[in-house]
């Protein structure tokens, strides 16, 4: 995640704009969204993570790969998530595993989570396994995600899609 975001942080620089990097520490805020999934009730640290993907124009996700799924933890915080809050959001996805037995889940399973809250994924995911930080292949693709979700981001999708569409959403389920 960090590498991509400077990626990212680097091509903005490089188009003359800039990016200001904000990281959430899922773990840092374990209890309190344990907390919203019983109560719907958001702490403050809750509150301003929530408010940091509010304000977001990208986002990278990353998770390590626990049984072959995301974390528990990275998919409850999305669970408590208003719908509509991420809508048109350019997302990296990445994870991390032990093996390459894992490489699907960033694709068949995050993948599916982040279009159920309507964000754009690149179409570069991002999967390192212990072999893959050896060699520059990772290396590749991170500057490659990290392109695609400048351009996304650059090109204001996510300010005009919610400004010309945001009525026609079912809001409500």
Do not use: C, N
């Not at 091509?11 to 704009?17: F, P, S, V």
């Not at 390459?100 to 690149?122: E, G, I, K, P, S």
Request: proline share 4%; glycine share 6%.
């Amino acid at each position: 995640a960090d590498r991509t975001a400077d990626a990212v942080a680097k091509r903005a620089t490089e188009d003359g704009a800039a990016v200001r990097v904000d990281v959430i520490e899922l773990r840092r805020l374990t209890t309190e969204i344990g907390e919203a999934l019983t109560t719907q009730v958001p702490g403050p640290e809750l509150s301003r993570a929530i408010e940091l993907l509010g304000d977001a124009d990208g986002l990278v996700v990353a998770t390590p790969v626990y049984k072959a799924d995301p974390s528990a933890l990275l998919t409850a915080f999305f669970q408590v998530l208003d719908q509509d809050l991420l809508i048109g959001l350019p997302v990296v996805l990445t994870a991390t595993a032990g093996t390459q037995r894992h490489a699907l889940v960033v694709d068949h399973q995050m993948r599916a989570t982040f279009a159920y809250m309507r964000t754009f994924a690149v179409p570069t995911s991002l999967f390192a396994a212990p072999e893959d930080w050896q060699g520059g292949g990772l290396g590749k693709r991170v500057e490659r995600a990290a392109l695609e979700l400048w351009l996304l981001m650059r090109s204001g999708v996510q300010r005009q899609l919610r400004e010309q569409s945001w009525s026609s959403y079912q809001h409500q389920f």
